[in-house]
């Protein structure tokens, strides 16, 4: 098992840039394919960027290509979301996500979610 806990959501206006980051416990970080996901008010939950266990391999929503950026570091057992030329439709509560197979989109640990509020 593996608990998650994001940080450094907060208010930002319109092209601005962001840094999230999710610190890891539990079992071996490595073992784990990690993923950003978003909520907006009055909407599913969507997926946003994704890694793999060694940092290979990532991939990202439509939305966000271009803009953001995921990275790992297995050392210190955090991955962190850099969001740049931030939208108002950016505005969501993210999740730092934890799966074990990588053709799952989700795996079973979230995090609590950290707010990131873009005004225009």
């Known amino acids: 098992q593996v608990q998650l806990v994001e940080s450094g959501g907060g208010l930002v206006q319109a092209g601005g840039s962001l840094r999230l980051s999710c610190a890891a416990s539990g079992r071996t970080f490595s073992s784990y394919a990690m993923g950003w996901f978003r909520q907006a008010p009055g909407k599913e939950r969507e997926f946003v960027a994704a890694i793999s266990w060694s940092g290979g391999s990532t991939y990202y929503a439509d939305s966000v290509k271009g803009r953001f950026t995921i990275s790992r570091d297995n050392a210190k057992n955090t991955v962190h979301l850099q969001m740049n030329s931030l939208k108002p439709e950016d505005t969501a509560v993210y999740y730092c996500?934890?799966?074990?197979?990588?053709?799952?989109?989700?795996?079973?640990?979230w995090g609590q979610g950290t707010q990131v509020t873009v005004s225009s």
């Open positions: 996500n934890a799966k074990t197979s990588w053709a799952r989109l989700t795996g079973p640990y």
